[in-house]
């Protein structure tokens, strides 16, 4: 099945980015050519996937006519659907956001143009199915972020940006080192051909070496256990529209190529590795939500929470069933979308207040009960408590983990829920609730569409709660395409 | 030929972990440059001994070609490297200016 | 920043030929090694070259378009060339007779703009440096 429809995710935001740099004199416009090109992009995007799901078969496609293992071979299944269509959509958010956050004459010529090619680099990851070219769309992504950030954040805080590049070229040395053991050992860099040849070397060590470092390089970028320190460091210098995009896409870029990895393309029998993720997962889970408690400002607290969750999507991926990453994949879009709304609602409060310090806010509760309101929803959902969208993920997890013996790792997803509820209300308490400490600015008016922007990402993870239903049918069948090896390297290889 | 190349892979690997843990921005940007080149050679060694191999260019007389695909991934990941190497040498010209100093510990102390 | 006329003077005549160089490693890109991106390099480059030998003020006139739009001008030919392949029902990045030609003409616009862009950015007080 071959249609050059697959590539135009990708092309499009490469020609947006170019026509963005030439009309540069005309603000206006180019706001509403950047929305113009995302709902295009949506738009392919849903035409493929409801073909996938129709004919449920992948949508392949061979760049340049050379066939598949040895040219580059762009695959389009579930996986990559929902992923790329989540992308877009909190494109579309951040961008409006923004465009009420940063006045129209303070915003920098670039930094449309480098948010698109960013936005090329994410779709091209989810997209491709080639090594060397999940490597490429890497380092797009990750060049385009490091300008982005560099650009973004205020002049003396731009040295905070090293420690996030110094750990990711660290990352695409290690990857490139790892692509080359992979050549040299299968022989062959596209997913269909890795995974046919891995099978026939399962019990070899070599391959458990390439896992490793696959799980290295993917950790890095998803922020697992001994890795994520570069994340709170670097993440909170940005202002958050463009915070909220990289808190909710850039680390699950990693996430999604481990799931890729242990579903697609290594064979299922590598139970050691699974294990390691296991055991990663843990103090994932439990470090990163502890370090939460000792920051102050809410976007520090967001982004150890973040890690925390990251820790639980990897406990999805180490338990290795269908019902795990079942959960794991509806635990990622919640999570996407919930994490992106608080940073949105924290930007809301930086705006009203000047900081967003909890110890400087006090009783928000009063002078703006709307946000509040959607704060309490988001937090409560980010901790995992009924009627939100974060249960359902969460109380799959904790059956699987029940049924598959592992009790240690349940411990530590509820203790993770919980010390999450903590934090959450640990932030309502001193800052909405708590009497309005003497020191604090006076409320500054804003952007009231800001609001309304932040509120639709609420009712959709809202929504998404109280009618999980064709979601996690959606993710089902998401991950039963992952796991079909048989079926993915039948209509990839010709 | 490919014990060769193994040296001075660590060789390589060894100065330019030396150099990025270095405190001068500008000795770190050569030790990422590095790290870079590191990259490309272990690449290269990936496609096997080229004792009495020729270059893949198809000239009708020889018959035994090195392995084209890692010198292909080498010319992607040069170029990568080199947009990288631009970022940072713009970035670390910017921490100067701010800082007023080229030494890590004066721009991120403890 | 130093000055040496005979530098200068040498370099000047220099300049004409490393172009020259990149040219024939443009063209000969095709079917031989060479091709756009190392081309690219090569003028890019004799730019760099020329800024060092000569007063910094002089390399302004040298620039007669902003580096960004060469750069700008390379992407568009490259992303047509990648999308024309479509019109035809052909798979993306198909190539006919002339079209690797014109696509590594692409890439080193691409390349002379970067570099360019980067040393315009970077020229200004160098003498500070560390």
């Known amino acids: 099945m071959t249609s050059n429809l697959i590539v135009f995710p990708i092309i499009l935001p490469l020609i947006t980015s170019i026509l963005l740099i030439l009309c540069y004199k005309r603000l206006y416009f180019r706001r509403y050519l950047s929305i113009a090109s995302l709902f295009l992009q949506m738009y392919t995007i849903i035409v493929l996937t409801t073909q996938v799901i129709k004919e449920n078969t992948l949508q392949v496609l061979y760049v340049g006519g050379w066939d598949a293992p040895y040219g580059i071979a762009l695959t389009f299944d579930l996986l990559s659907g929902i992923m790329t269509g989540i992308c877009v959509f909190l494109a579309i958010i951040t961008l409006l956001y923004g465009f009420g956050y940063t006045p129209i004459k303070k915003e920098h010529l670039f930094k449309l143009p480098l948010f698109f090619f960013m936005i090329a680099g994410i779709q091209l990851s989810f997209i491709t199915g080639d090594l060397f070219n999940l490597f490429v769309a890497f380092e797009i992504l990750l060049i385009a972020s490091f300008g982005l950030m560099s650009l973004e954040s205020r002049s003396n805080h731009k040295k905070y940006t090293y420690p996030y590049v110094a750990l990711n070229l660290v990352g695409s040395f290690v990857f490139l080192v790892t692509i080359a053991v992979t050549y040299r050992l299968l022989g062959t860099l596209n997913f269909a051909d890795m995974g046919v040849r891995s099978h026939l070397l399962t019990s070899d060590p070599r391959l458990w070496v390439m896992g490793v470092m696959l799980i290295f390089v993917f950790g890095l970028k998803g922020a697992f256990f001994p890795l994520y320190y570069w994340l709170p460091k670097s993440y909170p210098i940005l202002p958050t529209p463009t915070g909220a995009f990289y808190a909710a896409m850039l680390t699950k870029v990693g996430v999604y190529g481990m799931i890729r990895l242990f579903g697609t393309v290594l064979p299922h029998s590598l139970g050691t590795l699974h294990t390691l993720v296991l055991v990663l997962a843990i103090p994932t889970m439990l470090l990163g939500i502890l370090s939460a408690f000792s920051k102050k400002s809410m976007r520090d607290i967001l982004c150890f929470n973040l890690i925390s969750h990251i820790g639980v999507i990897m406990m999805g991926l180490g338990l290795f069933t269908k019902e795990s990453l079942t959960a794991s994949l509806f635990y990622m879009i919640h999570h996407m979308l919930v994490i992106a709304s608080l940073f949105l609602i924290a930007g809301l409060i930086i705006k009203m207040k000047g900081s967003d310090n909890i110890e400087n806010i006090g009783s928000l509760w009063k002078t703006s009960p709307l946000l509040s309101g959607l704060f309490l929803i988001q937090g409560l959902s980010l901790s995992g408590l009924p009627p939100f969208s974060g249960f359902w993920p969460t109380i799959g997890l904790i059956r699987e983990g029940l049924s598959q013996g592992s009790y240690i790792l349940v411990f530590s997803l509820l203790a993770s829920s919980l010390l999450t509820l903590l934090s959450m209300v640990h932030i309502l308490f001193r800052g909405f609730w708590d009497t309005q400490s003497p020191n604090v600015q006076k409320p500054v008016p804003y952007f009231k569409p800001m609001v309304g922007v932040a509120g639709i990402l609420v009712l959709v993870s809202l929504g998404l709660g109280l009618y999980p239903e064709p979601v996690l049918k959606l993710s089902h069948d998401a991950t039963e395409m992952v796991l079909n090896q048989k079926a993915y390297q039948s209509q990839v290889l010709p | 030929m490919s014990i060769t190349t193994i040296y001075l892979i660590g060789v390589l690997t060894s100065c330019a972990i030396y150099l990025i843990l270095h405190r001068s921005l500008v000795k770190i940007l050569f030790g990422f440059g590095l790290l870079g080149h590191t990259a490309n050679l272990i690449l290269l060694a990936s496609s096997g001994n080229p004792n009495g191999k020729v270059a893949p260019i198809i000239d009708g007389v020889s018959n035994s070609f090195v392995d084209p695909i890692p010198q292909a991934l080498i010319l992607t990941a040069i170029v990568i490297g080199f947009g990288v190497t631009a970022y940072l040498t713009a970035l670390f010209y910017h921490i100067f200016q701010t800082e007023k100093s080229s030494h890590a510990e004066d721009i991120f102390p403890i | ?130």
């Open chain 3, 1 to 130: 920043m130093f000055h040496s006329i005979i530098l200068y003077i040498v370099g000047r005549f220099l300049f004409v030929f490393i172009n020259l160089a990149a040219l024939y490693l443009l063209i000969r890109g095709h079917n031989a090694p060479g091709g756009g991106f190392i081309a690219g390099v090569t003028t890019a480059l004799s730019f760099v070259f020329l800024t060092i030998i000569s007063k910094s003020g002089d390399i302004k006139k040298l620039l007669i378009v902003d580096p960004i739009y060469v750069m700008i001008t390379g992407l568009s030919i490259v992303y047509f060339l990648c999308l024309y392949p479509t019109f035809g029902f052909k798979a993306v990045l198909t190539h006919s007779q002339f079209t690797p030609l014109l696509f590594d003409v692409g890439i080193y616009m691409v390349v002379v703009g970067v570099i360019g862009s980067v040393m315009s950015a970077m020229i200004h007080n160098t003498e500070q440096l560390p």
